[in-house]
């Protein structure tokens, strides 16, 4: 048996809220088994709430899902959200990525400011009592699609648009019962786990401070969001 704290509501994780209860409600979530229950939340969060770039990685889930976009950190936020509503315990698993992995997604002044060392995080959620990673919610389909379309010679190792991985014409990231990853290659520093996305931002806050936060919010998530559905715009 798993903690109570892995299916406890945090400020970030406020899966109480309206808009997140009537989803649940109306995708009839809570009446799957808990294999097809995972897949289909996992799956929402995957391609319905498209890959882009919030305002700030320390945004709650209901606003995550308000947007309708999400990167890994708010996407995670969502999903962990969306789990703990439906009894699916879960964790946080905080780490850095190298900023190499957003090039092509993020490009021009906005690459420019990026950290060099990016904060990143996957879900991991407690299966058949075992814990499963789970990174491969971070990009629609559409969008994923669409760069392997646009490097069709590359078979194995891929590095830049968001993804690292080194099987990337086959990444595996539909949940099947098994860890699944997208940005894993690109991983430098690890900075373990914790209960919940509250505790690992008020460890180490969040990858943008000052006024190169307020430049993103306002002016340069813009362009890497009309960048990002250029390319999604492609296959879709």
């Known amino acids: 048996m798993t903690s109570e704290k892995y299916l406890a509501e945090t400020r970030l994780l406020n899966f109480s809220n309206k808009e997140i209860q009537n989803l649940i409600r109306e995708k009839g979530w809570e009446g799957l088994d808990e294999y097809n229950k995972i897949g289909a939340v ?8 498209i890959f882009g770039y919030n305002e700030s990685d320390e945004i709650p889930a209901s606003k995550v899902l308000n947007d309708g976009y999400g990167q890994c950190n708010t996407k995670g936020t969502l999903l962990m959200a969306l789990f703990r509503a439906v009894g699916i315990p879960c964790r946080f698993h905080g780490f850095t990525i190298d900023k190499a992995l957003q090039k092509g997604a993020i490009k021009g002044l906005a690459y420019t400011l990026a950290p060099k060392n990016i904060i990143h995080s996957w879900v991991e959620i407690n299966y058949q009592n075992k814990w499963i990673n789970l990174e491969g919610f971070i990009l629609d389909l559409n969008y994923l699609k669409s ?14 648009y968001g993804i690292a991985t080194s099987n990337f014409q086959s990444v595996g990231v539909e949940w099947s019962g098994k860890d699944t990853y997208i940005q894993k290659e690109g991983i430098n520093q690890d900075f373990g786990l914790y209960d919940d996305p509250d ?6 806050g969040s990858n943008l401070n000052g006024f190169k936060k307020i430049i993103y919010k306002h002016i340069i998530r813009k ?3 009309a960048n990002v559905n250029a390319i999604r715009k492609r296959v879709s």
């Open 199 to 204: 505790a690992f931002y008020f460890e180490h």
């Open 147 to 160: 760069v392997q379309q646009a490097f069709p010679q590359v078979e194995n190792r891929f590095c830049g």
């Open 42 to 49: 996992y799956s929402f969060v995957q391609n319905k709430i």
């Open 223 to 225: 362009l890497m969001n």
